[in-house]
């Protein structure tokens, strides 16, 4: 089976840097993505790597190592409309297609 | 990009009956899928539902209790049937534009409640 391990809740202040990480184990894998979930709203993509190393857009960053099975999302200056809920997904190859599996999820409350 | 439309937002329900779920996408998509989270929790999928052939459940989930139907390449319906309390969730649906490849679009989400 699949399992992707989040914290579950994550505090910082406007203007900080925070990292959320993902520890992951698939049964083939086929790349990890980070999605932004607000209360109430749908999920919103963020980010994707399919290979190791760093992939940056705008404040967001997100890293991945496969050989360690383990990426994060880097947010950096942070501010209050960045609280929301972060998932990790990897796609997974189950029954002939790829398909989306989701981390546990991480609450980031952002304060002033 | 691809826009979803979700109907209805939410709903209050009656213990032992059903509700249809609608999702509707501004682009034809080969594929599907009808997530579930329950307040606070991930999403977990429940099916992957392809156009002219029937649903792929995951494990836990089975075509009695949520039938899924696809008529076309841009319309899907989950059912919710014989609901109980445990079924008070929201369910979402999602589309991935092929060429994409990376990126998932959901709808806003149906927020069940059964009582």
């Known amino acids: 089976g699949q399992s992707l391990e989040q914290p579950s809740e994550v505090t910082a202040v406007e203007g900080a840097i925070v990292q959320i990480n993902c520890t992951y184990q698939?049964?083939?894998?086929?790349?990890l993505s980070w999605y932004q979930q607000h209360d109430g709203g749908a999920p919103t993509f963020l980010s994707y790597?399919?290979?190791?190393g760093l992939e940056e857009t705008g404040r967001f960053s997100s890293f991945l190592s496969r050989s360690d099975s383990y990426g994060y999302l880097l947010l950096q200056e942070l501010q209050m409309k960045d609280s929301a809920s972060y998932f990790c997904a990897v796609r997974d190859r189950g029954t002939g297609f790829q398909k989306l599996v989701f981390g546990t999820g991480t609450r980031l409350l952002v304060s002033p | 990009s691809a826009v979803i439309s979700q109907k209805p937002s939410r709903d209050i329900c009656q213990r032992g009956t059903s509700l249809t779920i609608q999702c509707q996408v501004d682009?034809?998509?080969?594929?599907m899928f009808w997530y579930r989270q329950q307040p606070g929790q991930s999403l977990t999928l429940i099916a992957t539902?392809?156009?002219?052939?029937?649903?792929?459940?995951e494990s836990g989930f089975v075509i009695d209790k949520f039938p899924i139907s696809r008529p076309n390449l841009t319309f899907s319906t989950l059912t919710v049937s014989n609901m109980s309390p445990e079924d008070s969730s929201i369910y979402l649906c999602?589309?991935?534009?092929?060429?994409?490849?990376?990126?998932?679009?959901f709808g806003q989400g149906t927020r069940l409640t059964v009582v």
């Open positions: 682009s034809q998509v080969t594929m």
């Open positions: 698939t049964s083939g894998f086929y790349g």
């Open positions: 539902a392809n156009q002219g052939s029937e649903a792929t459940y």
């Open positions: 999602s589309v991935e534009i092929t060429g994409l490849g990376t990126e998932a679009f």
């Open positions: 790597n399919g290979l190791d």
